[in-house]
């Protein structure tokens, strides 16, 4: 078969779904990529896939640019034929289900946490509910990941409860061969990190506030920031304002890496304060794949991945203290009650959140979907 998987950035489809794309070339399927270009279109062609770019304006509310995003979707549908697309985040979610459904092409879903727009009760989130509730029922299959979304989209009408053709899904899953545990170190100091773009909402701020706190009480803590700062967000954090907090000696940026655990091996405990509405944040499960001890939010998609207290901790939103709090209590940790966490963390990652476990029911779906 022909499948287009599509997403609003060539970083999602690379990072995340890259394995998906690998194991449906295998089966010798012919698999193309769909996003706009930032650079990571390269490595997927170094990986042996093609990409088609398109146009989509992310963080924009124009509809007149939306529309002109729908009509390049219709004209690359037509063009590349595909017999199914398989399309995340929100823009190609509702308007590549719309060109598919004018093309009578099969679309797959996956809802990848709804985000900061579903946060508050605007107008452009009434317009963001009507888009949805228009285009998902032409959609022949959606995931959710998790499942806070899913009784949002039933309880808003978006989707009925009584049909069949969604499920929840444990994120995008995290590929245990190459996330291994890995022993808590002997050390003089312990690394916190927390890996995310870096956009207030997932909590950025309140990590550098805890910080702060702790450094007066535990100068020999180290708490790193990795991700790229997205400059089109409007809550996008500054590369100036990081660059205060370096050097005001708070944190460590380490800029953006492909090879993440790598860095992680020398991670102690990961951090992700996030309020923004997640899917399943993919730099927790791969913290937990490897061993770390967790600290995020009682919030939409992070709770799914920290049995409080046994493989990490639960924070208040936007609660500095507790925040701070959390991070204390794995500090005066001794290296064995890290390890002992994170090991627990490992075992319940590795049970729920297997990529290969994911792969397998997209497959199954996939076959579904095809025979209709």
């Given at each position: 078969?022909?499948l ?11 990072n ?6 690998q194991?449906?070339?295998d ?20 990986a042996?896939f093609?990409?088609v ?8 509310k124009?509809p007149i640019?939306?529309?002109q995003?729908?009509f ?15 399309q995340y ?11 598919a ?8 879903n996956?809802?990848?946490g ?19 509730k ?7 299959h ?8 899913m009784?949002h989209?039933?309880?808003e009408g ?8 969604y499920?929840?899904?444990?994120g995008?899953?995290?590929d ?5 545990p ?9 690394d916190?990190i927390l890996?995310?773009?870096?956009l207030?909402?997932?909590?950025v701020?309140e990590y ?9 009480k535990?100068?020999q803590a ?9 400059t089109?967000?409007p ?35 990961v951090?992700l304060?996030?309020?923004y509405r997640?899917?399943v944040?993919r730099?927790?499960l ?7 001890p ?16 046994e493989?990490?901790?639960?924070c208040?939103?936007?609660?500095i203290?507790?925040l701070?709090e959390?991070?204390e ?12 966490m994170?090991?627990k ?11 290969s ?16």
């Amino acid at each position: 078969m022909n499948l287009l998987i599509s997403s609003n950035t060539a970083w999602y489809l690379y990072n995340f779904r890259l394995k998906l794309a690998q194991v449906l070339a295998d089966q010798g399927h012919d698999v193309v990529f769909l996003s706009p270009e930032d650079g990571y279109e390269k490595k997927m062609k170094e990986a042996g896939f093609r990409h088609v770019p398109v146009t989509i304006d992310n963080k924009g509310k124009n509809p007149i640019r939306d529309l002109q995003t729908y009509f390049k979707y219709l004209s690359i549908f037509k063009e590349y034929k595909p017999d199914i697309i398989l399309q995340y985040t929100i823009k190609p979610n509702i308007y590549g289900t719309l060109a598919a459904h004018r093309l009578k092409i099969k679309c797959i879903n996956n809802i990848a946490g709804l985000g900061n727009l579903f946060i508050s009760k605007t107008f452009f989130t009434w317009i963001a509910k009507t888009l949805y509730k228009i285009s998902q029922k032409h959609a022949l299959h959606i995931f959710f990941q998790n499942k806070d979304d899913m009784q949002h989209f039933i309880k808003e009408g978006i989707i009925r409860e009584e049909n069949t053709n969604y499920e929840r899904i444990p994120g995008s899953g995290v590929d245990l061969s190459r996330f291994l545990p890995t022993p808590q170190k002997e050390k003089a100091h312990i690394d916190f990190i927390l890996i995310a773009r870096l956009l207030w909402d997932k909590g950025v701020g309140e990590y550098v506030e805890a910080a702060r706190i702790l450094k007066q009480k535990y100068p020999q803590a180290r708490f790193k920031l990795l991700g790229f700062t997205d400059t089109k967000n409007p809550n996008a954090i500054s590369k100036e304002i990081v660059d205060s907090w370096v050097k005001e000696d708070v944190v460590d940026y380490l800029g953006t890496s492909d090879h993440v655990e790598e860095i992680l091996r020398e991670i102690d405990c990961v951090v992700l304060p996030s309020y923004y509405r997640e899917g399943v944040p993919r730099s927790l499960l791969e913290a937990g794949a490897m061993g770390k001890p967790i600290i995020t939010t009682d919030s939409i998609g992070c709770r799914e991945t920290v049995i409080n207290g046994e493989t990490g901790f639960l924070c208040k939103p936007k609660n500095i203290d507790d925040l701070a709090e959390k991070m204390e209590a794995v500090i005066t940790m001794t290296p064995e009650e890290r390890s002992a966490m994170g090991q627990k963390g490992h075992e319940y990652i590795a049970q729920n959140f297997d990529e290969s476990k994911i792969i397998e029911r997209y497959l199954g779906v996939i076959k579904q979907v095809i025979s209709k």
